[in-house]
């Protein structure tokens, strides 16, 4: 309270705790440098990675529905990643569908066979990935069975052209 009442005293403690606070400011500055906009370090231009793909030729039509079909199993896994676990599954059993009734009318020598090939593939693994985190294990072995005769019809198809080809 004598602060207040003595205006030489409050000068005092003003000049004291403006040293302080100058004092901080001081301690807490390093180098100007170091608050200076650096150069951004250069990016060299790099292809992008071209792991899991293969080349694929056919008409427009044919490479656009690839693309759409590769999206569609994308969509499905991202229902599946938000938790649409069924919408998911119905999905991915209707393009693995879709794919096998395709691989069953394509002609044994088109370039789509060998995409579809790995996309069935790739759809009855994820399915069985997901059942099996589901504790579906009667759902498994379903797509397993499936998966087995699909194989079975395919190399009837290659066997009967090889036969036919001799």
């Not at 009734?101 to 020598?109: E, F």
């Not at 759809?123 to 079975?152: F, I, M």
């Amino acid at each position: 309270m004598s602060v207040i009442r003595n205006p030489a005293s409050f000068r005092n403690a003003a000049i004291l705790m403006a040293l302080i606070v100058a004092m901080g400011l001081l301690a807490g500055c390093e180098s100007a440098d170091k608050y200076k906009k650096k150069p951004a370090a250069e990016v060299q231009e790099q292809e992008e990675p071209t792991g899991g793909e293969f080349a694929l030729s056919g008409s427009p039509a044919e490479l656009a529905w690839v693309k759409n079909m590769a999206e569609a199993l994308d969509a499905a896994r991202l229902k599946y990643d938000l938790r649409d676990t069924v919408g998911a599954i119905v999905s991915a059993d209707s393009l693995s569908r879709v794919a096998e009734t395709a691989l069953d009318t394509i002609p044994m020598g088109h370039p789509m066979n060998d995409f579809l090939a790995i996309y069935v593939a790739d759809v009855y693994g994820t399915l069985q990935k997901w059942e099996t985190e589901r504790g579906n294990h009667a759902a498994v072995t379903a797509l397993s069975k499936r998966y087995n005769l699909l194989a079975e019809r395919l190399q009837h198809r290659r066997d009967s052209v090889m036969a036919t080809d001799q």
